[in-house]
């Protein structure tokens, strides 16, 4: 399974003021040394998610500081600090254009949708630069019924081949509720029957990738990792190609070594399943 750390993101306050821009009021000697403690801080976070297993980067500015000067400055940051693929979140696309200049690999672009603005001026952009793109087939409305879902995601990928995007860069994301309302109950169990669904209907075969966290958003902290786990295993064992997660929680590693080991993808050890990072 393909791990990509959600660590770096705006939602989290200390990484949404590392992203803050430099008071322009500030003389450039002291704007520098801000930005040097900045960059510092997203580096070492990179790093720890990269020695915690994390197989690519996202950058996550949906939330908060959607702009390009701040895409490039975070993008520029982290490269100095690791060698890793990175996935670019943001809603426009003068945002993620920004990044992609920057990526000394290709790219992940999270994401394009059955939205006509994402379409129009994403796609277009993803394309270009040859990255890699995720499909989000819940947006704006997440379908209640597996075929449903499938007929969106065939729209999305004719969508993205006919960009000249292929199968092989693409992951198709079905989107992930809240479980603690009946309608995110209903959507996880939709998704027993979705990801089978997807891995079926497409070839070449197309990836499925989902944001783990999302399913326990609205639980109480000390529930989450339980249930993040939980969620993780479950679809894991349906072939889940890609997962968004925090990549320094060690329970929640620990079930994708696990993982991989049940899908016979790595040897067993004691020591894999003691690790604490």
Same mark, same amino acid.
């Given at each position: ?19 803050q ?34 197989d ?54 999270? *994401? ?15 394309? *270009? *630069? ?15 019924m ?22 092989d ?24 029957e ?58 929640t ?8 080991v ?5 040897? *067993? ?8 990072t």
């Open positions: 399974m393909f791990i990509i750390a959600s660590n770096i993101t705006t939602r989290t306050r200390k990484v949404a003021e590392a992203l821009p430099p008071a322009e009021s500030a003389d450039a000697q002291a704007r520098q040394g801000v930005e040097r403690e900045r960059a510092a801080f997203l580096g070492n976070l990179a790093k720890q998610c990269v020695a915690a297993g994390a690519a980067l996202d950058v996550n500015l949906q939330q908060k500081r959607d702009r390009p000067e701040v895409m490039e400055f975070a993008v520029r940051a982290i490269q100095d600090a690791v060698d890793c693929q990175l996935c670019l979140s943001a809603n426009r696309a003068d945002t993620l254009e920004a990044g992609l200049r920057e990526c000394k690999r290709p790219a992940i672009v999270n *994401y394009v949708s059955m939205d006509e603005r994402r379409l129009r001026e994403i796609l277009p952009v993803a394309a *270009y *630069y040859n990255a890699e793109l995720v499909l989000l087939i819940s947006d704006p409305v997440a379908p209640s597996a075929e449903d879902a499938v007929k969106a995601a065939a729209v999305l990928v004719g969508a993205a081949n006919e960009a000249g995007i292929p199968n860069r693409l992951m198709l994301d079905p989107g992930v509720l809240h479980v603690t309302t009946e309608m995110g109950q209903r959507h996880s169990r939709m998704l027993l979705l990801l089978p669904a997807l891995e079926e209907t497409f070839e070449p075969a197309i990836r499925t990738a989902c944001w783990i966290s999302n399913v326990s958003a609205a639980a109480p902290r000390r529930l989450r990792p339980a249930i993040d786990n939980a969620f993780l295993a479950t679809l894991g064992g349906l072939g889940l190609s890609a997962a968004f997660m925090d990549v320094l929680n060690k329970d590693m620990r079930t994708r070594r696990l993982i991989s049940f899908r016979n993808e790595v040897i *067993y050890a004691d020591a894999e399943v003691e690790r604490v």
